[in-house]
């Protein structure tokens, strides 16, 4: 029975290299996150784990040898003498976390106009109001105004999920 191993490629060539080993008609899983991007030039979706993927192989057998001559991979990862590896349900359970975190940004990925009035639902800050002031590229941060003592605005930068905006 084979399990999934993991492989390591330079920096970027995460997509070539899958293509090249689903060319070869090898299962290979590269975990893809989406991310709020305001340039439109830029990826809307950045690999989980930046140089890193898994692929479903035998470890020693020709396929494997294969793939560690392939253009931008640097080689498998090794732990001692053996190949690092991954069950079907380690696999599953990665696929599932993607999931959620994917849907959870794309609840979340709604504009929302400058000097807005939210509120802050969790953390140190729960309770206080602020105004929405912008996000934060190529994160699900966003940096708000918190109203402080006297009138004073204070930028802080939370987690978009933290955010509840006020009628």
Not at 10 to 16: A, T, W
Not at 53 to 62: D, T
Not at 90 to 98: Q, Y
Not at 109 to 127: K, L, Y
Request: net charge positive; charged share 25%.
């Amino acid at each position: 029975m084979s399990n999934w191993l993991l492989l390591q490629t330079k920096p970027h060539k995460e997509d070539f290299i899958a293509s090249e080993i689903n060319y070869r008609q090898i299962s290979c899983f590269c975990p893809k996150i989406t991310r709020q991007q305001k340039d439109p030039r830029r990826k809307n979706t950045i690999p989980y784990f930046p140089g890193y993927m898994f692929v479903k192989l035998e470890p020693g057998s020709q396929g494997a040898h294969e793939l560690k001559w392939l253009p931008g991979v640097i080689g498998w990862v090794i732990f001692g003498m053996e190949p690092a590896s991954l069950e079907d349900r380690d696999i599953d359970l990665i696929r599932r976390k993607v999931e959620q975190f994917n849907e959870v940004c794309q609840s979340h990925s709604v504009a929302i106009p400058r000097n807005t009035r939210v509120r802050i639902s969790e953390g140190p800050f729960a309770g206080y109001e602020g105004l929405f002031d912008t996000h934060i590229s190529g994160t699900d941060r966003v940096r708000i105004l918190l109203k402080l003592v006297r009138s004073q605005q204070k930028k802080v930068d939370l987690p978009l999920h933290m955010l509840r905006v006020m009628q």
